[in-house]
């Protein structure tokens, strides 16, 4: 929310300077983000308010003209301008133009170049005639784009006052939260500051003229489902003369962030920045038109299935049930709180209008603006909500503004349709509730007294209570932790003593699965991969996508749903990590080669007979792309594969102090058959491991490598973590390196051979790794070598040879008998 200085000192007196006055409403939550200055580095000797008092043909060129500028020097100076604003006053004699008026050495934008250039104004010939100053357009102060004309100020302007005291302003730029929604509105913030700093507030005159026919005798109003329409008013306006609205008004929606259009539109937007209650303006002959010229009715129904409707933007829209529209009774005029309809809008041709100023329940604005992907300034302020007697006050605003600048005849009255008038909110406050949450003491003056200047009625009823009233626009306060709040934001949040806790610290108590937890991420951040967070929400179309080929499955997998789904791509909650890791995996892979990603989260699996589903904690890592980072020794590197996935599956195992882990081959419909492993420990099955089956890996736009995925049960993971482990002195002696090869049959794992070495090793046989497996001759067929490269190490002696000897017997030995092999020669 922006918010011009000038247009809030119109509503409330502001004592202390800006900045003290920023960082105020920043410790009471309405953070300023920044402070935007205008015409401060405007000279102020050299740009001042001048006067054009005449307008001269240039003597050499039909498209420049001479004007004489007086601005309180000596003598009236004459400057070359091209503007076309001023050619219809050229050779009229004396005329009366107050302008931004600049000379010589002041410094200004370049008007003739892209963007914003600043260049300083020097005496210089024109077409033979001499010019040292220059009247300004917007661009060239910096105002705005515009380099059409130059900036016509208003009759009243001060002839030779520095243009930076005139015109010069400042803009604060809120970040308003969600909760803050009064304070989109120029008012609104003005009872925060008038609260604030003491200042006066002074609401602008809402009253009107009206004169002719009632208003109700000209339209009807009708409010089909009061749900969702609160308040709908209509006041009617005829004889307006379509036109550009004042400069004063144009400059305040400028600095607002809004672009001027016609007096009709500017007034609403300004009214809608004023008070905070959108507003729309329809062409009343248009719905006469429509309504085959009898009185037109205004409808507020949800609308039909397929009904359509061109918006203001020109494109044609369909509508759900779940739409509210504006309607009569030839179909709908308008989105509700969002868009109008362009059948109705307002032209250059249009004489009467009806002003809509309505109430809508938030919840379906939010949607009807997600669903048709219209957001603006009305829909998102009838989102966070806007209380039905805000509606009143400004339409009478509006419609005054139209009288007066539009030059229009306000009908009697308006028609106002309320059927269900919102009850006023009362809330019960005590001192020892208040001290209780601040832990300060006040009085029922003291709390009056901050309540107060925010418009809450407060009424003692009791010794130590108060009964308050909350004013309408005052939505957000339905509870007493609400006004304490208030009472700490007006108080100071700054103000507000430390004090130390008066007891003991409760005990500490470890949370074990917390830290397991994040022991897994510890280990696979040290593995070289990023942690992603995904969203919880997804489509089942996506999950689906991780098993190829099951359209014709009888019964899909049960999902938790979501009621109110934030887009049509999450309306169920997650079964599986892996989609969302994918998912993830494809988005990065646009912007770099290589991704190693995993993530730590709950899957969510309705149960049966009970309310809440079940959520397993899930492990999911994706790993693709070069092994290694280009370099410049290397030309290619290979792509990450299966075993690199499972060494990080291994290091994570290892670091966990997690053993009898076993891989086995296995089949998967998310993996690529022959690359896939069952991970088990003992007889719990963790999950897979293996290579992205090539139609998985389409369906999720990867690029056509591999891809190394795994998708694992945490649950049953950190349940075999040990609650403590050994830890061994490292020996002072040398290790003693043997290499063992055997020969066993194909299907023997390599694992289940280096089981068993450990085994037959004992406690000197300190590792076996396999570095090589061999088939061909002289190895039988059916038959493969696997060679390892034992280690073998004593804690408290060097280890002779043939103590290695006798333990390397016992290890073949053992696997002669349990797995047929045989020593290689």
């Not at 090793?761 to 034992?790: N, Q």
Request: with cysteine; charged share 25%.
């Amino acid at each position: 929310m922006k918010v011009p200085i000038s247009w809030l000192k119109e509503y409330v007196e502001i004592p202390i300077p800006l900045e003290p006055l920023a960082e105020r409403l920043t410790m009471a939550g309405l953070e300023v983000a920044a402070i935007e200055r205008i015409g401060d580095w405007w000279d102020r000797d050299r740009i001042v308010v001048g006067e054009v008092v005449e307008v001269r043909p240039h003597p050499n060129a039909d498209r420049l003209v001479l004007a004489r500028v007086a601005y309180g020097g000596p003598e009236v100076e004459e400057c070359v301008t091209g503007a076309p604003n001023l050619f219809p006053y050229k050779g009229r004699g004396r005329v009366s133009l107050k302008v931004a008026f600049a000379m010589e050495g002041a410094e200004l934008y370049d008007g003739h170049q892209e963007g914003f250039v600043k260049t300083r104004l020097k005496p210089t010939k024109i077409r033979g005639v001499p010019s040292r100053a220059m009247v300004c357009s917007e661009k060239e102060l910096g105002l705005s784009e515009d380099h059409e004309g130059i900036l016509i100020l208003p009759d009243d302007a001060p002839v030779g006052v520095p243009l930076a005291d005139y015109l010069g302003d400042a803009v604060l730029d809120l970040d308003l939260t969600p909760n803050l929604a009064r304070c989109l509105s120029v008012i609104g913030v003005a009872r925060e500051v008038a609260a604030l700093t003491g200042g006066r507030l002074r609401y602008p005159d809402t009253s009107w003229r009206t004169e002719g026919p009632p208003a109700a005798d000209l339209a009807r109003v009708q409010i089909a489902d009061p749900e969702l329409c609160a308040r709908y008013i209509a006041t009617l306006i005829r004889g307006v003369q379509i036109g550009p609205s004042p400069y004063w008004m144009q400059s305040r929606l400028r600095k607002a962030g809004m672009r001027p259009i016609n007096n009709v539109v500017d007034i609403t937007n300004y009214v809608m920045l004023e008070w905070g209650q959108p507003l729309h303006a329809f062409d009343y002959d248009k719905l006469v038109a429509r309504a085959g010229g009898d009185i037109p009715t205004i409808i507020v129904r949800r609308a039909r299935p397929g009904e359509t409707m061109t918006t203001l933007d020109g494109i044609a829209r369909t509508f759900t049930e779940d739409t509210l529209l504006i309607c009569d009774t030839a179909g709908p005029i308008a989105v509700a709180g969002v868009m109008g309809g362009l059948e109705t809008e307002i032209d250059d041709g249009t004489r009467n209008i009806l002003l809509e100023a309505a109430n809508f329940d938030f919840i379906s604005i939010r949607r009807t603006t997600q669903a048709l992907k219209l957001p603006s300034e009305a829909s998102l302020r009838f989102g966070k909500g806007i209380h039905p007697a805000l509606a009143e006050p400004a339409a009478r605003r509006a419609s005054e503004l139209m009288r007066v600048l539009a030059q229009g005849t306000l009908a009697q009255g308006m028609v106002d349709a309320y059927p269900r008038p919102a009850a006023p909110v009362v809330i019960s406050l005590t001192t020892s509730e208040v001290e209780r949450n601040l832990g300060l003491s006040f009085s029922l003056a003291e709390i009056a007294g901050f309540l107060e200047p925010l418009e809450f009625r407060c009424e003692p009823v009791a010794a130590d209570t108060l009964r308050v009233t909350v004013p309408d626009h005052r939505l957000d306060c339905q509870y007493p932790a609400d006004l304490i709040e208030e009472i700490a934001r007006v108080y100071g949040y700054d103000r507000i003593p430390v004090i130390e806790l008066a007891d003991r610290l409760p005990p500490q108590r470890a949370n074990r699965a917390l830290e397991l937890e994040e022991k897994v991420r510890d280990v696979l951040v040290g593995c070289g991969l990023q942690e992603v967070i995904t969203y919880s929400l997804t489509h089942p179309a996506r999950e689906a996508a991780l098993i190829p080929g099951q359209g014709g499955e009888a019964q899909p997998p049960a999902y938790v749903t979501i009621a109110n789904p934030i887009s049509p791509e999450r309306v169920v909650m997650r079964r599986s990590l892996l989609a969302s890791v994918l998912e993830a995996a494809a988005a990065n892979l646009r912007f770099q080669p290589r991704v190693t990603i995993f993530e730590v989260g709950k899957v969510f699996i309705p149960a049966p007979d009970a309310e809440l589903p079940d959520e397993p904690r899930r492990l999911a890592i994706v790993m693709t792309g070069p092994r290694q980072d280009r370099h410049w020794l290397a030309s290619a590197e290979p792509d990450l594969d299966f075993f690199d996935l499972k060494g990080v599956v291994e290091a994570l195992l290892e670091r966990l102090h997690v053993t009898g882990a076993c891989y086995e081959p296995a089949d998967h419909p998310s993996f690529q058959p022959g690359r896939t492993a069952r991970l088990r420990l003992g007889e719990t099955e963790i999950g897979f491991l293996g290579e992205v089956h090539p139609r998985v890996r389409e369906a999720f736009d990867l690029p056509e490598r591999r891809v190394a995925a795994a998708d694992l049960d945490l649950e049953a993971l950190l349940s075999r973590v040990p609650p403590g482990w050994r830890v061994e002195p490292i020996s002072v002696y040398p290790a003693v390196l043997q290499d063992l090869a055997v020969v066993v049959a194909e299907e023997v794992p390599a694992a289940r051979v280096r089981d068993l070495i450990l085994e037959a090793g004992g406690f000197l046989l300190k590792e076996a790794r396999l570095f090589d497996v061999y088939r061909g001759e002289p190895v039988p067929p059916g038959k493969k070598s696997l060679a390892y490269a034992l280690t073998f190490q004593a804690p408290d002696k060097t280890l002779h040879e043939a103590i290695v000897a006798r333990q390397v017997q016992r290890i073949v030995q053992r696997l002669r008998q349990e797995v047929g092999a045989e020593l290689r020669g």
